[in-house]
Every structure is written in C-alpha cells, then in structure tokens.
C-alpha cells in the first residue's frame, strides 16, 4: 500500500505593512456561500456644529471561512479569559 503525500507545510508570513483597524464593535454578521461576513463599526464625532453628532460608521468588514471564523472566536474568547476578562453573558 502506497503512503499518502505529505501536504506541504504552509509558512506564516508576517508583513509590517498591513493596516490597523480600529472598531468600537461589530455590528452584524451574515453567512453566505460557507464564509462569515462581520461588518466593524466605529462610533465618530462630527465637529461640523456643536455640540458634534455621534454616528456608528461602518469602518470594515472581515470575511472568513466558517472554520477560520470559529477559531477566530475561540481563540480570542480564551486570550480574554487568560487576561483576565471573564465572560458575562448579563452585560452583553
């Protein structure tokens, strides 16, 4: 019986050069086509008359595989958890 290949190892790459972005939350989330799509928001002043307007602007969307975003939610749940933040399902 013939051994199966191996699959090739798949490097990480980090790049200094990728963005930041900043969100106060995520809004929404929708499935399609087995890919998890989070829309990010950032709330925002308006210094156009006093006192400023808040508005919730949509700042990003964050597209994912069903298993990558699993593991995103995962994976971040326990880092917050190890520093400390425990989840309160009231306050949410």
Known sequence: ???EPKAPEIVFV???QAP??????ATGFFVSNGAISITLESIRASHSEPPGPLSRVVVGRLVMPITGAQGLAIGLFDFLEKQGFKYDRNAV
């Not at 930041?20 to 939350?25: P, V």
């Open 1 to 3: 019986m013939a051994k």
């Open 20 to 25: 930041d972005i900043y969100a106060t939350g």
């Open 14 to 16: 980090d790049n200094a």
